[in-house]
């Protein structure tokens, strides 16, 4: 989430501003399509998984079991995050790195299974929903939290496109990596992501579908900013 002071809830008498949700599996390169996108528009942008991984993060530094529901969804509610200066903090203390830790991800994809967590992020997302327009980057941005989006996209890629992009980003930042190791990753972190019981990873019924397997960035940004204008 990069608006860079925290939202406040809108009470205006005019309509909703626009928002164009971008859902899909991890490393299809939503994140990336989603922030240019809101640049190009002028809009505000929202990362959803960050503040699963900031529950996740927060739970492990507190020694709170992932599984305890009750405790998960108690710190998801009064997660103290803010998102300023390019960086993301827990209280004072800057996280923008530790987030993105492989082990935060799973811990991430642990705690979102959990109903009592998504229902405590609930208001804290939709509150993003601010003038000019908001575009909103997730698993159920177009399904649970903005049904009501105009424009909605399902970006995906196959799961070997996938770790290979996310093989490539670990080896330029100087990690070690193992492609089989990623794409059974991918593979399982998908079937957990696609198969539980609330907000399962899936396509909102007016969503446009967009493969990006063999497409770069620039022409996925171009893509969602088409299907934006065709729909406002
Ligand atoms: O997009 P990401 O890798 O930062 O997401 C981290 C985890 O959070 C991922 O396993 C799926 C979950 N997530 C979710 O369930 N719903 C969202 N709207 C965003 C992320």
Known sequence: MTSDSPPTVSRSPFPASPVITIDGPSASGKGTVAERVARALGFHFLDSGALYRLTALSAMKAGVALD????????????????????????????????????????????????????????????????????????????????????????????????????????????????????????ARDARDTSRAVAPLRPAPDALLLDTTHMDIDSAVQAVLAHYRSRS
């Open 68 to 187: 305890d529901e009750t405790s998960v969804a108690r710190l998801a509610a009064e997660l103290p995050a803010s998102f300023h200066d390019g960086a993301v903090w827990l209280v004072d203390e800057n996280v923008t790195a530790a987030i993105r830790a492989e082990a935060v991800g799973a811990g991430a994809s642990q705690v979102a299974a959990l109903p009592a967590v998504r229902d405590a992020l609930l208001g804290r997302q939709r509150a993003y929903r601010q003038p000019p327009g908001l575009v909103a980057d997730g698993r159920d941005m177009g399904t649970v939290i903005f049904p009501d989006a105009p424009a909605k996209v399902f970006l995906t890629a196959s799961a070997e496109a996938r770790a290979e992009r996310r093989y490539k980003q670990l080896i330029e930042k100087g990690n070690s990596a193992n492609l089989t190791d990623l794409v059974a990753d991918m593979q």
